[in-house]
T-cell receptor, first 118, second 113 residues
């Protein structure tokens, strides 16, 4: 159990376009999902916390208008990178918490999405 | 703010031997959780082991165990009988009352024959 999927697994886009990344909890409901960014050979940096039915909470330094997060259901959160530029190229990872299980303190991670902006 | 420090960028261990990865953290909270995650080349984050701060007993999961020293704010991971499949990036992570994870910079573990 506790599987999180991401779609797409990789995407290449032109500079100036917008890209949407989906994060789904497949076998549990998640009121809270997290979005991370990982540059090559670096650690995961939390971008924002996504809460179902309410606005996301962004970490300091993360542009809210550039990285739009929508958590419209208990199993789906989306991250939209608007007007993407080459410096947005990175590996984006989501995670989710199962608030109704004994492992509620654990985050389950998706497989990640590699974004390349040309 | 909480910080997590992994002072070993790279470690190497021979197959079947034991290796210890270090992690220290800084927090003013008394109730928190600590984790070790493994990230293989596929980049899928895999939970290795978890420790609740209120528990004095060190967590163990098969070949993986931790040495949790709360007063020293130290949380090291010991891998016994290392296998080739253990080669990966290992991240130490902290979760406090804010519910979000703070990761260390990671340790790349190589396993040699």
């Amino acid at each position: 159990g506790a599987v999180v999927s991401q779609h797409p697994s990789w995407v290449i886009c032109k500079s100036g376009t917008s890209v949407k990344i989906e994060c789904r909890s497949l076998d549990f409901q998640a009121t809270t999902m997290f979005w991370y960014r990982q540059f090559p050979k670096q650690s995961l940096m939390l971008m924002a916390t996504s809460n179902e039915g309410s606005k996301a909470t962004y970490e300091q330094g993360v542009e809210k208008d550039k990285f739009l997060i929508n958590h419209a259901s208990l199993t789906l959160s989306t991250l939209t990178v608007t007007s993407a530029h080459p410096e947005d190229s990175s590996f984006y990872i989501c995670s989710a918490r199962d608030n109704w299980s004994d492992s509620y303190n654990e985050q389950f991670f998706g497989p990640g999405t590699r974004l390349t902006v040309l | 703010a909480q910080t997590v420090t992994q002072s070993q960028p790279e470690m190497s261990v021979q197959e079947a031997e034991t290796v210890t990865l270090s992690c220290t953290y800084d927090t003013s909270e008394s109730d928190y959780y600590l984790f070790w995650y493994k990230q293989p080349p596929s980049r899928q984050m895999i939970l290795v082991i978890r420790q609740e701060a209120y528990k004095q007993q060190n967590a163990t999961e098969n070949r993986f165990s931790v040495n949790f020293q709360k007063a020293a704010k130290s949380f090291s991971l010991k891998i016994s009988d290392s296998q080739l499949g253990d080669a990966a990036m290992y991240f130490c992570a902290y979760r406090g009352t804010a519910s979000k994870l703070t990761f260390g910079t990671g340790t790349r573990l190589q396993v040699t024959l």
